[in-house]
């Protein structure tokens, strides 16, 4: 008896599918207005949105993740050797800080001197942004993978290098403390906030990363900016010498870090194994696009 109710329960349910209005998602048009069961007034379907925002969500899923390894890389072997090879640098430029500022600040009214035209500061204040749209325009332009991760990275890196060096320039202490400057300096005092330059740390992670990724053919010009930025904050009072090092020494271990992140995600898209081909052994590498 149960399996005759059984059957007879399937065989119901087969009629009653077969009889029913068949409308599968392939040809289902969300657009189109039916009436109500219950009166004839039209209702329009709902389009679920769950695709877009599935999108949204591992869109920021995989941004969460890169921004965590890339502070996660920072804690390496090469960014202690950073550390080691900046700090002496670091120290002997600390000694040698006011000799060099005296050539561009005198006491004797608290004046700048030997100072360049105004438009230089600026043209290199604002202009750390040029490489940054650039080179990050990659992300929308380019079709190599490599382009488009550097690019992403560059994006996802500078607010990091930007928010470390404002937490390190929270500390109240003499290296925090700014060149003399006809501008900065209020009752004769000097104003905090110059360790590390933010600026250079910013050219500096850039050409660390695109360095790294793309050799010399970038490496050299965006160092040579580098490098200008670091003259023209130097000569316009805006930071010590040794400011500029410890700028220096926080976009590289940035850059390193970020170039690891980048390495990591364009390994899942290669694999190597070891085959067997024609009686012997081989190597077969493949290359997921």
Partial sequence: ????????????????????????????DFNVKKNCDSCFKPRKQF?????????????????????????????????FIVIGSTLPIYLASRLADDHIQCHFFTHNGHKNIN???????????????????????????????????????LFLGIPFVIFGKDIIKRLNADFCLRPWHEDFCHDHKQSMGGFPSGHMAQAAYIATLYGMRFGHKLAVPLSFFAASVGIV??????????????????????????????????????????????GGPAIKACYRF
């Fill in 1 to 28: 008896m149960r399996l005759l109710g059984s059957l007879l329960s399937v065989i119901l349910s087969i009629n009653m599918y077969a009889t029913a209005p068949y409308h599968s998602f392939s040809s289902y």
């Fill in 47 to 79: 389009c679920c949105g769950a695709p877009c925002l599935r999108k949204g969500f591992t869109f920021l899923a995989s941004a969460f993740k890169d921004a965590f390894l890339l502070n996660y890389n920072l804690i390496s072997t090469e960014s």
């Fill in 115 to 153: 100072q360049m035209p105004g438009w230089c500061h600026e043209l290199v204040r604002f202009g750390v942004g040029v490489p940054i749209v650039i080179l990050g325009s990659q992300l929308f332009l380019s079709k190599d993978p490599e382009w488009r991760e550097a690019a992403w990275m």
């Fill in 233 to 278: 904050f130097l000569n316009c009072n805006r930071h010590y010498f040794s400011q500029l090092v410890a700028g220096v020494g926080l976009g590289v271990m940035y850059g390193i870090a970020a170039n690891k992140v980048i390495d990591s995600k364009l390994a899942q898209d290669v694999t190597v194994g070891l085959t067997f081909d024609r």
